[in-house]
């Protein structure tokens, strides 16, 4: 927001310097992004009064006038069709300089001699305008004075100010913390108005057809008023800011915008049909065109002003093409209302329309200052455009909005600082940003909260308040600290943390991923189970991800455009879920995948640089779990829709699924335009961490040898190894160790539809060394077991 330095002035008393209000400002909070000065180096511009103004003899659309300016008489020559007698006016003399740099001197035009220049605003740069002279008012400047730089130079604030802080888009909220700042006191101009008999409640009614929307509307009628150009201090003042003036009715409508932070619009009361106002919900698809000739197409979450057959304005946001004031208007009604934050940034959003005033509204005005700027408006309509004002002022307000109420304990003040602050400090702070005391003991305050303060809404928040007036520097650094030496374990980060540790260990690097994702996220799972953003940004960002697996497969194509494509990655991400009439299911997943070689070597090893399979990564899952002490789980096959079906797996854990692993499908490889073989693995983090054994117990090492016992049988080609180790470690007795396959074999020798399975069983006593005739029986029961269950016969 746009400060100028000559209003704030208007309000408050203070000896800062420019540099140092920034620095102060910026220390309370209000981020001062940039100063610049709003200046135009004239000089010796003199105002003069226009006593003669004849036609030129050379020229039909030339005048020659002849020009008071005090000591002297000067003659100019003119083209500009506002030029009057008597008009008090300002004048470029010999020496003179323009706002953009041009020195005047005497020149001779169709052989007249033109002493100087009458000028226009352009000319002065007190605005765009070069539509005729800049006529003065006598009121306000004499004849042979120079023409006022202050009306030219200022000092403009850029202040970032935080979409919190509504009550700070004016300039009496700037200067309200400016008074707290310097201890002085705000000076609010009070409204003075001299109403006519004629009641206002005669006028104009009030419907507001949807109270939540649109809690408070407040109107006023003046009636006679001349539309003119605004006063020069008024043109300043909004220049300043960079708003345009276009007459004095809406100037001053803008003008007490800035002012007070709450916006107000005009309609031209004769064009308002049935002399009522309805505030409504649009109708779905409903036409309207806006004060910029656009129409627009509105929804029934859209509110709308209407008169008794026709929309007027779009609610917080831009009045109407149909209503607005020109220079024929003769009575208005000025609106001053409060509506919903909420329904005013959507519909500025989804129409991509933002103004002054929808940027406050959305932010959150102040209800209870309807009044105040509706009066302040009608106060300056009755001096600056001879408006009659009608009594009374037509207040629709169904439920009040009233001032919350905080308590504030002096204690809690020294126990978050760490330090105590005066309790003369503190009130004084608190009554400055008028914050009434309504109770106070010696323990604690009860303060009133002004709904111009939206964002108190709890003791911490008014401690926030106290600490940025009082001063972040005036806070000592304490060399101290208190830590509780209990300390509660936090189980499902700290497996995070070892989850993390582990694929580090294994030469992983991790992965942080966007959960937003695109269509082609979602459509590569086939899955319609998704949570879609209502207002995305961008259709890369449309939806939440139900997986991790296509935002990791986004990082493997970046890093092989770039030819990196041996990769290591895992992730710890969230995936969503939809749930009707309710918030998404959320989930987090461990993620892991591999491609490209096994491990890089050097190039003259190439025997050794073979390509990452199928039996790493089941390795790598493995290895986590013997990480975590997880042995309850099975690994089956299953069909998923992004893997391929002879390598598509499913996770057990306790008979749960929990995950799925396996090859990329080559549907999904050319999706993301890949070439490589890719592994991956996700499971359910939830799952992972109960499964995970947390309560170990030591166990002693046998001191006797192991028993190693190899066996090759023949099986159907499907039936899984790993079904066949896990029968064996079933029925292997309390001696069977362990169990482990080191060979497949298909080719000469096995049957079609066959293959050779080689084991290495383990047996193993902790009490003493086992003999022959121990081991044998075991190992006939286990073969004759894999006849009976797999059919299985040995491989002579």
Same mark, same amino acid.
């Given at each position: 927001?746009?400060?100028?330095?000559?209003?704030?002035?208007?309000?408050?008393?203070?000896?800062?310097?420019?540099?140092?209000?920034?620095?102060?400002?910026?220390?309370?909070?209000?981020?001062?992004?940039?100063?610049?000065?709003?200046?135009?180096?004239?000089?010796?511009?003199?105002?003069?009064?226009?006593?003669?103004?004849?036609?030129?003899?050379?020229?039909?659309?030339?005048?020659?006038?002849?020009?008071?300016?005090?000591? *002297?008489?000067?003659?100019?020559?003119?083209?500009?069709?506002?030029?009057?007698?008597?008009?008090?006016?300002?004048?470029?003399?010999?020496?003179?300089?323009?706002?953009?740099?041009?020195?005047?001197?005497?020149?001779?035009?169709?052989?007249?001699?033109?002493?100087?220049?009458? @000028?226009?605003?352009?000319?002065?740069?007190?605005?765009?305008?070069?539509?005729? +002279?800049?006529?003065?008012?006598?009121?306000?400047?004499?004849?042979?004075?120079?023409?006022?730089?202050?009306?030219?130079?200022?000092?403009?604030?850029?202040?970032?100010?935080?979409?919190?802080?509504?009550?700070?888009?004016?300039?009496?909220?700037?200067?309200?913390?400016?008074?707290?700042?310097?201890?002085?006191?705000?000076?609010?101009?009070?409204?003075?108005?001299?109403?006519?008999?004629?009641?206002?409640?005669?006028?104009?009614?009030?419907?507001?057809?949807?109270?939540?929307? @649109?809690?408070?509307?407040?109107?006023?009628?003046?009636?006679?008023?001349?539309?003119?150009?605004?006063?020069?201090?008024?043109?300043?003042?909004?220049?300043?800011?960079?708003?345009?003036?276009?007459?004095?009715?809406? *100037?001053?409508?803008?003008?007490?915008?800035?002012?007070?932070?709450?916006?107000?619009?005009?309609?031209?009361?004769?064009?308002?049909?049935?002399?009522?106002?309805?505030?409504?919900?649009?109708?779905?698809?409903?036409?309207?065109?806006?004060?910029?000739?656009?129409?627009?197409?509105?929804?029934?979450?859209?509110?709308?002003?209407?008169? =008794?057959?026709?929309?007027?304005?779009?609610?917080?946001?831009? !009045?109407?093409?149909?209503?607005?004031?020109?220079?024929?208007?003769?009575?208005?009604?000025?609106?001053?209302?409060?509506?919903?934050?909420?329904?005013?940034?959507?519909?500025?959003?989804?129409?991509?329309?933002?103004?002054?005033?929808?940027?406050?509204?959305?932010?959150?005005?102040?209800?209870?200052?309807?009044?105040?700027?509706?009066?302040?408006?009608?106060?300056?309509?009755?001096?600056?455009?001879? !408006?009659?004002?009608?009594?009374?002022?037509?207040?629709?307000?169904?439920?009040?909005?009233? @001032?919350?109420?905080?308590?504030?304990?002096?204690?809690?003040?020294?126990?978050?600082?760490?330090?105590?602050?005066?309790?003369?400090?503190?009130?004084?702070?608190?009554?400055?940003?008028?914050?009434?005391?309504?109770?106070?003991?010696?323990?604690?305050?009860?303060?009133?909260?002004?709904?111009?303060?939206?964002?108190?809404?709890?003791?911490?928040?008014?401690?926030?308040?106290?600490?940025?007036?009082?001063?972040?520097?005036?806070?000592?650094?304490?060399?101290?600290?208190?830590?509780?030496?209990?300390?509660?374990?936090?189980?499902?980060?700290?497996?995070?943390?070892?989850?993390?540790?582990?694929?580090?260990?294994? =030469?992983?690097?991790? %992965?942080?991923?966007?959960?937003?994702?695109?269509?082609?996220?979602?459509?590569?799972?086939?899955?319609?189970?998704?949570?879609?953003?209502?207002?995305?940004?961008?259709?890369?960002?449309?939806?939440?991800?139900?997986?991790?697996?296509?935002?990791?497969?986004?990082?493997?194509?970046?890093?092989?455009?770039?030819?990196?494509?041996?990769?290591?990655?895992?992730?710890?991400?969230?995936?969503?879920?939809?749930?009707?009439?309710?918030?998404?299911?959320?989930?987090?997943?461990?993620?892991?995948?591999?491609?490209?070689?096994?491990?890089? %070597?050097?190039?003259?090893?190439?025997?050794?640089?073979?390509?990452?399979?199928?039996?790493?990564?089941?390795?790598?899952?493995?290895?986590?779990?013997?990480?975590?002490? +997880?042995?309850?789980?099975?690994?089956?096959?299953?069909?998923?829709?992004?893997?391929?079906?002879? @390598?598509?797996?499913?996770?057990?854990?306790?008979?749960?699924?929990?995950?799925?692993?396996?090859?990329?499908?080559?549907?999904?490889?050319?999706?993301?335009?890949?070439?490589?073989?890719?592994?991956?693995?996700?499971?359910?983090?939830?799952?992972?961490?109960?499964?995970?054994?947390?309560?170990?117990?030591?166990?002693?090492?046998?001191?006797?040898?192991?028993?190693?016992?190899?066996?090759?049988?023949?099986?159907?080609?499907?039936?899984?190894?790993?079904?066949?180790?896990?029968?064996?470690?079933?029925? =292997?007795?309390?001696?069977?160790?362990?169990?482990? +396959?080191?060979?497949?074999?298909?080719?000469?020798?096995?049957?079609?539809?066959?293959?050779?399975?080689?084991?290495?069983?383990?047996?193993?006593?902790?009490?003493?060394?086992?003999?022959?005739?121990?081991?044998?029986?075991?190992?006939?029961?286990?073969?004759?077991?894999?006849?009976?269950?797999?059919?299985?016969?040995?491989?002579?």
């Amino acid at each position: 927001m746009k400060v100028s330095l000559n209003w704030l002035k208007k309000y408050i008393d203070f000896e800062y310097s420019p540099s140092q209000l920034a620095e102060n400002l910026t220390l309370a909070g209000l981020e001062v992004e940039n100063t610049y000065t709003s200046s135009h180096d004239i000089k010796n511009i003199i105002v003069g009064e226009i006593t003669q103004v004849d036609n030129h003899p050379n020229a039909d659309k030339l005048l020659v006038c002849k020009v008071n300016i005090g000591k *002297d008489k000067v003659s100019v020559i003119c083209g500009a069709k506002n030029v009057k007698e008597k008009q008090r006016v300002p004048v470029a003399v010999k020496g003179s300089v323009l706002a953009n740099g041009t020195v005047i001197k005497n020149t001779k035009i169709r052989g007249v001699v033109s002493e100087g220049m009458i @000028c226009s605003e352009r000319e002065l740069g007190v605005s765009d305008n070069h539509d005729g +002279i800049m006529v003065l008012p006598k009121s306000e400047y004499e004849i042979g004075e120079e023409f006022k730089k202050d009306s030219c130079t200022d000092i403009i604030y850029n202040i970032d100010v935080t979409p919190n802080r509504p009550d700070c888009l004016s300039h009496l909220g700037v200067a309200r913390e400016i008074g707290v700042i310097s201890n002085t006191k705000l000076h609010r101009p009070e409204p003075i108005l001299k109403e006519s008999k004629n009641s206002v409640h005669s006028s104009i009614k009030i419907h507001i057809h949807d109270p939540k929307a @649109c809690p408070r509307y407040s109107a006023r009628v003046v009636r006679d008023v001349v539309i003119k150009d605004s006063p020069q201090w008024i043109k300043d003042h909004l220049r300043s800011v960079d708003i345009r003036s276009i007459n004095n009715v809406v *100037d001053i409508t803008n003008f007490v915008l800035m002012e007070t932070g709450h916006p107000l619009h005009a309609f031209d009361y004769d064009l308002i049909e049935g002399q009522e106002i309805n505030v409504r919900k649009a109708s779905q698809s409903e036409k309207f065109v806006t004060l910029d000739n656009i129409e627009r197409s509105l929804t029934d979450n859209d509110l709308l002003i209407c008169d =008794g057959n026709k929309s007027v304005a779009l609610a917080g946001i831009m !009045g109407g093409y149909n209503s607005e004031i020109s220079n024929n208007t003769k009575n208005i009604l000025i609106e001053s209302a409060y509506f919903d934050p909420l329904t005013i940034r959507k519909t500025s959003k989804r129409l991509a329309l933002f103004t002054e005033s929808s940027q406050r509204f959305e932010r959150g005005a102040d209800p209870n200052n309807t009044i105040y700027a509706l009066n302040r408006a009608a106060q300056l309509l009755q001096k600056y455009a001879q !408006g009659t004002v009608e009594k009374d002022i037509v207040d629709v307000y169904p439920q009040e909005i009233k @001032c919350r109420e905080i308590k504030l304990r002096f204690s809690r003040i020294h126990q978050i600082i760490g330090q105590e602050i005066p309790k003369n400090n503190i009130i004084k702070i608190l009554k400055g940003l008028e914050l009434t005391v309504i109770e106070k003991t010696k323990d604690y305050m009860v303060l009133k909260i002004p709904t111009f303060r939206p964002d108190l809404q709890r003791e911490s928040d008014l401690i926030e308040e106290i600490v940025r007036h009082y001063g972040y520097n005036n806070i000592v650094s304490n060399m101290y600290s208190s830590i509780y030496l209990n300390y509660q374990k936090d189980v499902y980060n700290d497996s995070i943390k070892s989850v993390k540790d582990f694929f580090v260990g294994q =030469g992983f690097f991790e %992965v942080i991923s966007n959960t937003l994702v695109s269509d082609k996220h979602i459509e590569a799972l086939n899955n319609n189970n998704v949570v879609q953003i209502e207002n995305p940004l961008s259709p890369e960002t449309a939806y939440l991800r139900n997986s991790c697996i296509p935002s990791l497969l986004d990082t493997i194509q970046w890093n092989s455009n770039r030819s990196i494509n041996d990769l290591r990655l895992f992730e710890i991400g969230r995936k969503f879920f939809n749930r009707q009439h309710s918030l998404p299911d959320e989930k987090t997943d461990i993620v892991c995948a591999i491609t490209g070689v096994k491990k890089r %070597v050097p190039l003259w090893n190439d025997e050794k640089n073979k390509n990452v399979n199928f039996f790493q990564l089941k390795g790598f899952l493995e290895a986590l779990f013997n990480y975590f002490h +997880i042995d309850n789980y099975a690994i089956k096959r299953c069909k998923t829709p992004f893997f391929e079906n002879e @390598c598509s797996f499913g996770i057990y854990m306790t008979k749960k699924i929990s995950g799925y692993m396996g090859k990329i499908s080559p549907r999904i490889q050319e999706q993301w335009e890949l070439k490589q073989d890719i592994y991956i693995y996700e499971i359910d983090l939830e799952d992972f961490i109960s499964n995970s054994n947390k309560d170990l117990m030591y166990s002693k090492i046998a001191k006797f040898p192991l028993i190693n016992r190899d066996l090759s049988v023949i099986i159907d080609e499907n039936i899984l190894s790993g079904d066949l180790t896990e029968y064996i470690k079933k029925t =292997g007795g309390k001696y069977l160790n362990q169990v482990d +396959i080191f060979d497949v074999y298909r080719g000469k020798g096995i049957p079609d539809g066959k293959k050779s399975i080689t084991l290495n069983l383990k047996f193993l006593s902790k009490d003493k060394t086992l003999t022959e005739n121990e081991i044998n029986p075991i190992f006939k029961k286990i073969i004759k077991s894999l006849e009976q269950k797999f059919s299985a016969s040995l491989r002579s």
